[in-house]
């Protein structure tokens, strides 16, 4: 009763309970197999940070150049175990996602190579940092170029385009593990293992990345484990548990690893550079509670997807479809949906609830975005938020919420804020 009660005081009706009620029981069993790859990779990364040693001291701070500072190398190792990789470059000095997988592709690329996406175009703002869409400094300008072959029309791998764009040229396979904001499917790791395998059954020598965002702890494995060369990805999302402040992280073979950490510190300096100021204790925390953490958006996922399925919109993936990364997409087909769904989202927020959001412009998007992020880290999309580009099918992407309960509020809220906007009705 009690608990029916606190969500009166937020203005959920009391139809929308009754479908959270139902919502729950039919997700019973796809939330007990969320569990059970949480206990896994819980488990996993326990074992990680003990085989590794790591120490009270760990969680020390460096300063300056950053030398000899032991808590910054051991998360390296600790997520060269993580991920089963030769070596792992994890630094508070890699800003984001872009950031990091700027730094993984401009490592590991020399002028005349080329790029090939078997996936499709990958995300929006990424084609600025290959020059798929002009942007200064891209690697477009360095003699780069980029190749792209898209999906068939079912979603499949499209095998003999794929062996048809590979060319003495192709160094380095990007292949996107999430959807980012597009209609197209997640990837399963054994997906991206499949393609992997035709790829360097063709051209062994090729290197291949993952860009992982969103992606991390949603199975047992990770793409290191089936033939990627580098993994990707950002601290503000899965790896870094909500509580990670900043960061990213490349894991990958030796080389490849290297390669990104000459680009980042300095030719000569690699690994050896890059203070971890006050942010160990943080990405060690973050580290740790990384699997719960995406468990819970997991979680909020399936519940959003079932709720607005409900409704009768458009969801990808669908209930009780196995899921690959954290990402909901509803598509509510009308900007005004997307606007009110956003408010609603940010009006559940423990921080900046009361702000409205509007959409805007944002640097790297070619569509004005409305973006619903009351966060404890700003911009932190494992945090409860939602994106929604101003663009044809007005489809919104709902993702995070560091706890389960904070997802739900998150969803019952939003759809609220469409049923009081009067822009859907039970
Ligand atoms: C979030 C994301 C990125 C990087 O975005 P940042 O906002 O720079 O962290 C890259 N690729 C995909 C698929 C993403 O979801």
């Excluded at 032991?70 to 508070?92: C, M, N, P, Q, W």
């Excluded at 997988?101 to 990958?122: F, Q, W, Y």
Aim: with cysteine; aromatic share 8%.
């Amino acid at each position: 009763m009690r608990s029916e009660n606190i969500y009166g005081e937020f203005g959920i009706c009391d139809g929308l309970m009754s479908l959270a009620a139902e919502a729950e029981a039919s997700l019973r069993d796809r939330f007990l197999k969320i569990d059970s790859d949480l206990e896994y990779n819980q488990l996993k990364v326990v074992k990680a940070m003990q085989d590794c040693g790591v120490s009270e001291a760990c969680m020390l701070e460096t300063t300056g150049y950053g030398y000899n500072d032991i808590g910054r190398d051991k998360l390296e190792e600790v997520y060269a175990r993580i991920f089963r990789t030769e070596d792992a470059l994890v630094r508070s000095q890699i800003i984001c996602g872009t950031h990091a997988l700027t730094v993984a592709l401009s490592g590991n690329l020399r002028p005349g190579d080329e790029i090939l996406s078997p996936v499709g175009l990958p995300y929006d703002t990424i084609q600025k940092v290959i020059g798929i869409s002009d942007a200064r400094g891209s690697l477009k300008e360095y003699g780069i170029s980029f190749n792209c072959v898209d999906l068939k029309p079912d979603g499949s791998f499209d095998y003999d385009g794929i062996r048809a764009a590979l060319n003495d040229r192709t160094r380095l396979i990007e292949i996107q593990r999430s959807r980012g904001y597009s209609a197209r499917r997640t990837f399963s790791v054994k997906e991206i293992g499949d393609l992997i395998g035709f790829i360097k059954g063709i051209k062994p020598d090729v290197i291949v990345l993952v860009d992982n965002c969103y992606g991390e702890y949603t199975e047992h494995m990770e793409p290191s484990e089936v033939g990627a060369d580098m993994v990707v990805g950002s601290l503000i999302k899965n790896p870094g548990g909500g509580i990670a402040p900043v960061g990213g992280y490349i894991a990958g073979t030796e080389s490849c690893v290297g390669n990104a950490a000459a680009r980042l510190s300095g030719p000569g300096l690699e690994k050896e550079l890059g203070p971890s100021l006050g942010n160990n204790r943080l990405l060690y925390q973050g580290t740790f509670l990384a699997p719960q953490v995406t468990a819970s958006a997991l979680k909020g996922a399936c519940f959003a997807s079932f709720i607005y399925n409900s409704l009768g919109f458009d969801v990808s993936p669908e209930p009780l479809e196995d899921r690959h990364d954290i990402i909901q997409a509803i598509t509510l087909g009308d900007p005004e949906k997307v606007i009110s769904f956003c408010r609603g989202i940010q009006a559940a927020a423990a921080v900046d609830a009361f702000v409205r959001p509007e959409p805007s412009p944002m640097p790297g998007y070619d569509s004005d975005i409305i973006m619903a992020d009351g966060c404890f880290i700003s911009g932190s999309s494992i945090e409860l938020s939602a994106d929604g580009p101003l663009r044809e099918p007005y489809t919104v992407f709902f993702q995070g919420g560091l706890t389960y309960a904070h997802s739900k509020l998150g969803v019952l809220m939003s759809a609220q804020a469409l049923i009081n906007d009067g822009l859907i009705k039970l």
